[in-house]
């Protein structure tokens, strides 16, 4: 099925991998991705049912072919059998227990080569079913992998928050060694060492309140990768964005490939399919019907001890439904509603397709200024600390004024890091409802 082979191909073409995945790897997102494609029980799913409607697709569901049939039948019957004649030249019989048997089979075929162009219409809608469940099949494979490209950077997030926190951590740790060290010498107080330790206890809590979300986000990257034997990994620490996208043409893409619009297509073209299927019933039905018939009739009474008969059978049948209470009137006006109805839907995901993309597109683009806005504070916050962790350990600033350089960095930490993931996302959404994310991951 060429949907299938697609699937094979995004599988075998995301990325390369040589061995398992083993605790303590570090999962680079190629290799997440083919985890998940291979594993996931809802692609397995829409896999096989787009298998069925490529079974149901065939000349004989269609009515192109004839139906042949062979029958066989044996019989036997014991009787007592009495006749009496009028007429002398004509023994009287009383046959008791006369047995007779009966044999006989045949070979017959039945072949419509008319049916008001019923059959063609048919085959188009078992075609446009094939196509529609191969779509879904497609949609589904977006869909995962834009969950699992989303949950796999919202862990790169975490685990970057994590390492924040850790650096956090240490410069507290920092603070306390000046705060003691200049306790001793004279230079320093009381209130500034009590401080830094509580603010030391409080950066330690949040890290591991960090390291609780982080292994619970890794546990639903398992279940989403159907694979609950990893445990332990690390993900890369980057965040990488593709070239930046360009809306317009991410709106004639998407008219054009976005899967839940060629789904809606192809119900309207099914819908007129069937109104044809139907409009053939109207018309009259033509069969060519042929066969071979061979019986042997075996008894005790009577005049012969068998009689025995064969031969060819054939002819033309025309047959047409002259009234049937209205229902096929009834049906294909239910049918037009029916593709009246697809029209509408047909129209109503290419409004919200297109709506969508509008609205992701402006949070893509504010999240792309947020980066390069946060990049610069990141590194004004950077200088802050390192000025401020300076004039701490000479003296000329206390533990409070320290602390609020610490908490402007760690705030600009996890704003770049949000900005990230808020860019990363809209992205792979905006990849999504354009149709690009398959040829995007193949590359």
Not at 176 to 190: C, K, N, V
Not at 225 to 242: E, H, K, Q, R
Not at 368 to 379: D, G
Request: one cysteine or more.
């Amino acid at each position: 099925m060429k949907r299938l082979s697609l699937f094979i191909l995004i599988i075998g073409t995301t990325c390369l991998l040589q061995k398992p995945l083993m605790a303590q790897d570090t999962l680079s997102i190629e290799k997440v991705i083919r985890t998940g494609l291979e594993n996931n029980f809802a692609i397995r799913v829409a896999e096989n049912e787009a298998r069925i409607s490529a079974n149901n697709n065939s000349p004989g569901n269609a009515g192109f072919l004839p139906v042949i049939s062979a029958d066989g039948t044996f019989n036997e019957s014991v009787e007592d059998n009495k006749a009496e004649y009028s007429t002398n030249a004509i023994p009287d019989r009383n046959d008791q227990n006369a047995r007779t048997t009966i044999f006989s089979y045949g070979l017959n075929a039945n072949w419509t080569i008319f049916d008001g162009l019923t059959m063609f219409a048919t085959s188009d809608r078992l075609s446009l079913e094939e196509e529609i469940d191969e779509t879904e099949a497609r949609l589904q494979l977006e869909q995962v992998l834009a969950d699992i490209i989303s949950t796999y950077y919202q862990i790169v997030g975490q685990q970057n928050a994590y390492h924040v926190l850790e650096n956090t951590v240490e410069v507290s740790r920092e603070r306390i060694r000046i705060a003691e060290t200049r306790l001793d010498l004279g230079s320093g107080s009381e209130y500034d060492l009590i401080q830094s330790r509580a603010d030391f206890n409080a950066d330690r809590a949040a890290l591991i309140r960090s390291g609780t979300g982080l292994k619970q986000a890794k546990i639903l990257l398992t279940q989403v990768l159907a694979d609950t034997s990893l445990s332990g990994y690390d993900v890369s620490s980057n965040i990488v964005l593709g070239e930046k996208l360009r809306l317009e043409p991410l709106i004639e893409e998407a008219l054009q490939q976005n899967s839940e619009l060629q789904i809606a297509r192809l119900n309207q073209n099914a819908a007129e399919a069937e109104i044809r299927e139907i409009s053939g019933e109207f018309f009259p039905q033509i069969s060519l019907n042929g066969g071979y018939g061979y019986q042997r009739t075996e008894t005790s009474s009577g005049f012969a001890d068998f009689t025995e008969t064969s031969g060819f059978t054939y002819g033309v049948t025309a047959r047409i439904n002259l009234f049937d209470g209205m229902n096929k009137s009834r049906r294909r006006q239910n049918a037009k509603i029916a593709e009246k109805n697809q029209e509408l839907r047909l129209q109503d995901v290419r409004f919200q397709v297109t709506s969508q993309i509008r609205q992701i597109y402006a949070q893509y683009s504010d999240a792309l200024s947020l980066i390069e806005l946060e990049k610069e504070n990141l590194q004004y916050a950077q200088q802050s600390q390192e000025i401020a962790l300076e004039r701490f350990r000479l003296g000329t600033i206390n533990s409070v004024e320290l602390r609020e350089a610490q908490q402007s960095l760690l705030d600009a930490e996890n704003r770049l890091i949000a900005a990230q993931i808020e860019a990363k996302s809209a992205e792979t959404q905006l990849l999504r409802l354009s149709g690009r994310l398959l040829s995007a991951g193949e590359k």
